[in-house]
């Protein structure tokens, strides 16, 4: 069965404090694996697509990796603004499996 | 670019009445889909349409129902609301093909009480 699970659940930094949020799957088939950020009464919002094992992308105080079980977006120094949820999404085709989120929250 | 809009925003329903949730998106996109967001649950997806002119279920699709007007419109239709209907909905399209991303709507708010 196609999975993908998100962790921390909740994630409290202090304002350029470090961190990873991590994403792990099975699923047959990957055709791309996505982090999306998602603010408060908003649709998710694109951040990055992977879509092989080795492969990053960054952007701003953001890094996304892949392996080819987990996916972990590592997080530089952050600000408050950076507060949000941060879905993963794996790609099989036609759909797209879906993980809790991580919600983060970043304090001045 | 309005990318893709959702109408509406918020609904109240009362237990059995029916309802559409309108989604269209002008960015020439061949899939379209919509999902639910619950507390703890995460996007569940209830209908896909990969073109114009199919519709698929997803994982969790009893009690909607779905539309492909044309290539720009995805309608959903609750005909009985439940409470258990209560929930977040995203509309959400993407060009169609395999590994490209999806685009987001901003969600209607639905209660049924």
């Known amino acids: 069965e196609d999975q993908v699970t998100q962790s921390p659940e909740a994630l409290r930094l202090q304002e350029g404090e470090s961190s990873s949020l991590n994403c792990s799957y099975t699923?047959?088939?990957?055709?791309?694996l996505f982090w999306y950020r998602q603010d408060p009464g908003k649709g998710p919002e694109f951040l990055f697509t992977l879509y092989s094992a080795g492969e990053e992308k960054e952007k701003e105080r953001l890094k996304a990796t892949l392996t080819k079980k987990e996916s972990f977006l590592h997080i530089t120094a952050p600000k408050p603004e950076d507060s949000a949820t941060y879905l993963c999404a794996v790609n099989t085709g036609n759909q797209f499996y879906f993980g809790t989120g991580t919600s983060l929250t970043v304090i001045p | 670019n309005a990318g893709v809009t959702q109408t509406p925003k918020f609904q109240v329903l009362k237990t059995g009445q029916s309802m559409t949730l309108q989604c269209a998106q002008d960015?020439?996109?061949?899939?379209m889909y919509w999902y639910r967001q619950d507390p703890g649950m995460g996007l569940r997806l209830i209908y896909y349409?990969?073109?114009?002119?199919?519709?698929d279920k997803g994982e969790v699709p009893n009690g909607y129902n779905v539309s492909r007007l044309n290539k720009r419109e995805f309608s959903l239709r609750l005909e009985s609301a439940a409470p258990s209907q209560t929930s977040v909905y995203f509309c959400?399209?993407?060009?169609?093909?395999?590994?490209?991303?999806?685009?987001f709507g901003s969600g209607t708010q639905l209660s049924v009480l």
């Open positions: 959400a399209s993407r060009p169609g093909a395999k590994g490209e991303k999806l685009f």
């Open positions: 699923v047959s088939g990957l055709r791309g």
């Open positions: 960015m020439n996109h061949n899939s």
């Open positions: 349409s990969a073109s114009e002119g199919t519709t």
